[in-house]
T-cell receptor, first 114, second 116 residues
Framework: AQKVTQAQTEISVVEKEDVTLDCVYE???????LFWYKQPPSGELVFLIR??????QNEISGRYSWNFQKSTSSFNFTITASQVVDSAVYFC???????????FGQGTTLQVKP | GAGVSQSPRYKVAKRGQDVALRCDPI?????LFWYQQALGQGPEFLTY????????KSGLPSDRFFAERPEGSVSTLKIQRTQQEDSAVYLC??????????????FGPGTRLTVT
């Protein structure tokens, strides 16, 4: 079965610290897409980044960067110079099958203190 | 430029009542997904529409759950004879294309259903 493990339940950092959120996934698909979503206290899920399985080049977008390693099925997400507004629950989610339905982990709650 | 909207935002139902939850996707989006999110958990997939066709309903927990998207736009998730375990936030998402998740999904604010 397809599964996502986000081992960190909660992380607390002080503003301006860098923080990395870990994600390990299992999938039967040979090609797939990986996503990170953010769910702030308001509740609405916000798309952050997408990565495809056949391109392991890691990228940076503003304060966000990600490290995808297909060999270890890991897709880690880093926020540089964290801000209080980054406080939220973060979900890693691979897209599954022909429909691309998302398989979510339990999420990591990030608290950024001023 | 409106996003995905859902109504009602909050719904309280007595056990045994039927409820209907509405989703208005982003205009022109082909794909529409429903997810259920229990408190403190990640969302779980319920069902998927490509235009008006329901192509995947593998996540619907029982035959009390029914979804439709008759004109390929607005969708309704109906729950018959609600039970306490149905209490959750129901999320709707849409995306502009199809195919293995290439297109990101945009989520609505959700409907929080409480069954008493």
């Amino acid at each position: 079965a397809q599964k996502v493990t986000q081992a960190q339940t909660e992380i607390s950092v002080v503003e301006k610290e860098d923080v990395t959120l870990d994600c390990v996934y299992e999938t039967r698909d040979t090609t797939y897409y990986l996503f990170w979503y953010k769910q702030p206290p308001s509740g609405e899920l916000v798309f952050l980044i997408r990565r495809n399985s056949f391109d392991e080049q890691n990228e940076i977008s503003g304060r966000y960067s990600w490290n995808f390693q297909k060999s270890t099925s890991s897709f880690n997400f880093t926020i540089t110079a964290s801000q209080v507004v980054d406080s939220a629950v973060y979900f890693c989610a691979p897209g599954s099958g022909n429909t691309g339905k998302l398989i979510f982990g339990q999420g990591t709650t990030l608290q950024v203190k001023p | 430029g409106a996003g995905v909207s859902q109504s009602p935002r909050y719904k309280v139902a007595k056990r045994g009542q039927d409820v209907a939850l509405r989703c208005d996707p982003i205009s022109g989006h082909v794909s529409l997904f429903w997810y259920q999110q229990a408190l403190g958990q990640g969302p779980e997939f319920l069902t998927y529409f490509q235009n008006e066709a329901q192509l995947d309903k593998s996540g619907l927990p029982s035959d009390r759950f029914f979804a439709e998207r008759p004109e390929g736009s607005v969708s309704t998730l109906k729950i018959q004879r609600t039970q306490q375990e149905d209490s959750a936030v129901y999320l709707c998402a849409s995306s502009r294309g199809t195919g293995q998740g290439y297109y990101e999904q945009y989520f609505g604010p959700g409907t929080r259903l409480t069954v008493t």
